[in-house]
T-cell receptor, first 114, second 110 residues
Framework: NAGVMQNPRHLVRRRGQEARLRCSPM?????VYWYRQLPEEGLKFMVY????????ESGMPKERFSAEFPKEGPSILRIQQVVRGDSAAYFC????????????FGDGTRLSIL | EDQVTQSPEALRLQEGESSSLNCSYT??????LFWYRQDPGKGPEFLFT???AGEEKEKERLKATLTKKESFLHITAPKPEDSATYLC???????????FGQGTRLTINP
């Protein structure tokens, strides 16, 4: 299966720890998007990246959150000093190009903060 | 700001009972409207893209239509395996991000 791969599927952290979420896009896709789904809420855009570049981070909180998509390896969403309100499902999507191609999603990482 | 509203929030149907899901949107220049299906514990699965008013797309028992203000997802003679949450999203011109609605949770009873 050459779909979008996210790991880990479940992640438990204590308040104040760091969380690292990984996303490998579909083969041939060079555009990556991160979305967050809070309990009982819809999917919200966080950040859009191409290889080595952040294109749009308008949905990402200014503090504690960062994202990267290096030349080699998966895209990483990093949350520093996690708080209870960070508990959510984090989804990664990828597309082949940016030209209105559909975004294909992974199965997400469920982050729980104790 | 772009807005997407889906109705109803939840819908229960009997197997074979056709119905429609609604997605109303407000966007400054629509670049595309997308329908996804999401099963519990899974990521959204892409179904359709619609680009302009009057366009229609079909896949098995599903048919999506688009006007200037809303989109409908028609489901004909549904089966229990069609039970899922259906998500609608829009992309405005000049942007890549998708703005999602809250979804419609569809349950098909055998």
């Amino acid at each position: 299966n050459a779909g979008v791969m996210q790991n880990p599927r479940h992640l438990v952290r204590r308040r104040g720890q760091e969380a690292r979420l990984r996303c490998s896009p579909m083969k041939g896709h060079s555009h990556v998007y991160w979305y967050r789904q809070l309990p009982e809420e819809g999917l919200k855009f966080m950040v859009y990246l191409q290889k080595e570049n952040i294109i749009d981070e308008s949905g990402m909180p200014k503090e504690r959150f960062s994202a990267e998509f290096p030349k080699e390896g998966p895209s990483i969403l990093r949350i520093q000093q996690v708080v209870r309100g960070d508990s959510a499902a984090y989804f990664c999507a990828s597309s082949q190009t940016g030209d209105n191609q559909p975004q294909h999603f992974g199965d997400g990482t469920r982050l729980s903060i104790l | 700001e772009d807005q997407v509203t889906q109705s109803p929030e939840a819908l229960r149907l009997q197997e074979g009972e056709s119905s429609s899901l609604n997605c109303s949107y407000t966007v400054s220049g629509l670049r595309g409207l997308f329908w996804y299906r999401q099963d519990p514990g899974k990521g959204p699965e892409f179904l359709f893209t619609l680009y302009s008013a009057g366009e229609e797309k079909e896949k098995e028992r599903l048919k999506a239509t688009l006007t200037k203000k809303e989109s409908f997802l028609h489901i004909t003679a549904p089966k229990p395996e069609d039970s899922a949450t259906y998500l609608c999203a829009v992309r405005e011109k000049g942007a890549q991000k998708l703005v999602f609605g809250q979804g419609t949770r569809l349950t098909i009873n055998p």
